[in-house]
């Protein structure tokens, strides 16, 4: 799937200290650890899943199966939306389907907003937020800097 960027400030709280305090070894191997919890948490139903991190770069590898593109775009997007990650190479082997698109939440997006400027219809963000559970609970909880997946109709 490749290499995609996220705000490193903006996320989830997985592990504590600045990057700078976790470049250790074991500090990058915990990191790794809560992450992984993370992504399994989803439910995507991943199979032989990786994940490394390098805290001096903010990079997250993942490494594994995925049952489908999506999956394997949510695992991304799990991953990548974790607070000190700065981007995701993703590795996981996945049967071909066309990519989704991506979008950057910015202060004063809503679901509605973006379906509108995506799908040219307020009314269709349902997709958005189905596309984007279990990492959304609720179509309100979006946040800037976090990265949601667009997909095609």
């Given at each position: 799937m490749g290499l995609l960027s996220f705000i490193k400030e903006a996320g989830e709280k997985?592990?504590?200290?600045?990057?700078?305090?976790?470049?250790t070894p074991?500090?990058?191997?915990?990191?790794?650890?809560?992450?992984?919890?993370?992504?399994?948490?989803?439910?995507?139903?991943?199979?032989?899943?990786?994940?490394?991190y390098t805290a001096s770069s903010g990079v997250v590898t993942l490494a594994g199966q995925a049952p489908s593109?999506?999956?394997?775009?949510?695992?991304?997007?799990?991953?990548?939306?974790v607070a000190n990650v700065t981007s995701v190479e993703n590795n996981l082997v996945a049967p071909a389907a066309p990519p989704a698109q991506y979008h950057d939440v910015v202060k004063g997006d809503t679901l509605s907003a973006i379906s509108k400027k995506y799908?040219?219809?307020?009314?269709?963000?349902?997709?958005?937020?189905?596309?984007?559970?279990?990492?959304?609970?609720?179509?309100?909880?979006?946040?800037p800097g976090q990265k949601l997946r667009i997909p095609a109709l």
């Amino acid at each position: 799937m490749g290499l995609l960027s996220f705000i490193k400030e903006a996320g989830e709280k997985l592990f504590g200290g600045s990057s700078a305090q976790a470049a250790t070894p074991d500090a990058n191997t915990a990191a790794a650890a809560a992450i992984k919890t993370y992504i399994e948490t989803q439910n995507l139903g991943l199979t032989g899943l990786e994940v490394t991190y390098t805290a001096s770069s903010g990079v997250v590898t993942l490494a594994g199966q995925a049952p489908s593109q999506e999956a394997s775009e949510k695992a991304s997007l799990a991953a990548g939306n974790v607070a000190n990650v700065t981007s995701v190479e993703n590795n996981l082997v996945a049967p071909a389907a066309p990519p989704a698109q991506y979008h950057d939440v910015v202060k004063g997006d809503t679901l509605s907003a973006i379906s509108k400027k995506y799908y040219g219809d307020a009314n269709k963000y349902n997709a958005i937020f189905e596309a984007n559970k279990p990492m959304l609970s609720h179509p309100d909880k979006i946040y800037p800097g976090q990265k949601l997946r667009i997909p095609a109709l």
